[in-house]
């Protein structure tokens, strides 16, 4: 095997990794990011 075949389908593999990743962080995380002021309210109840 060639070596830039080698470091291509790593490469190719490892962005492949990274898109299925982002996408199922927006997934899992889409709720929690879209409401920023959860902490604020937290913040305001602590005495």
Known sequence: MDS???TAIIVG???I???VT???TI???G???ETPLSFA???ANEF
């Open 4 to 6: 830039y075949r080698k």
């Open 13 to 15: 593999l490892l962005f």
């Open 17 to 19: 990794i990274a898109t």
């Open 22 to 24: 982002a996408i199922l």
């Open 27 to 29: 997934a899992f995380l």
């Open 31 to 33: 709720s929690t990011l």
């Open 41 to 43: 309210t937290v913040s």
